[in-house]
């Protein structure tokens, strides 16, 4: 097995995902309105009916190789998943829990040389319906995946092995910008 290397827009940040196969992870799309405000926050265009293409994995497998100094961190509110980016060109790159004990990164695919090298999509989270509602596809698939990479982190530990939470404090690398929830609308209503 190969490392798969990530890298940010700009490429000051680099890194890459260990031993990698795309059975490692779930490839997942999100449509939520939380992931498409956390594109247009970063400067990229909002991804629409696309949705933001995820591959979920544990954050033991994350490593950062360049440019550490350069993650930054913001959220919706103050007990919103964590959107990690790229302050020195804005890229978008991962989402994760707040509490790292919940070991648990969702590694935002345009980082990698294509998104299509993380394997097929398992499923669809917030799909917008022709009824107007959202739909869940293949929601069992990346939450049982989910489930099982976090229990696995917990049981050995390895939720301690990751580039964007010192493991002793539990505190994220870099300081939280904590943002109003209502900017989420204010960036979709723009």
Request: aromatic share 8%.
């Amino acid at each position: 097995m190969a490392d798969l290397p990530l890298r940010c827009t700009c490429g000051k940040i680099e890194g890459h995902l260990t031993d990698f196969t795309p059975s490692m992870g779930t490839h997942a799309v999100c449509h939520c309105r939380s992931c498409r405000a956390g594109e247009l926050q970063c400067g990229a265009p909002d991804p629409g009916e696309d949705g933001v293409h995820i591959f979920q994995i544990s954050p033991h497998r994350l490593k950062i190789t360049k440019g550490a100094d350069h993650l930054a961190v913001f959220s919706f509110g103050p007990n919103n998943l964590l959107r990690w980016y790229a302050s020195c060109c804005g890229a978008p790159l991962f989402t994760t829990p707040r509490n790292p004990r919940t070991a648990f990164v969702g590694v935002r695919a345009t980082g990698f040389d294509s998104v299509d090298v993380v394997g097929p999509v398992a499923g669809h989270a917030f799909k917008l319906a022709k009824n107007g509602k959202t739909k869940h596809e293949g929601l069992m698939t990346f939450i049982w995946g989910a489930a099982q990479r976090i229990a696995m982190g917990r049981i050995t530990g390895r939720w301690k092995q990751t580039p964007l939470f010192d493991a002793a404090s539990g505190q994220p690398v870099a300081t939280i910008e904590v943002l109003p929830k209502s900017r989420r609308s204010e960036l979709l209503n723009a």
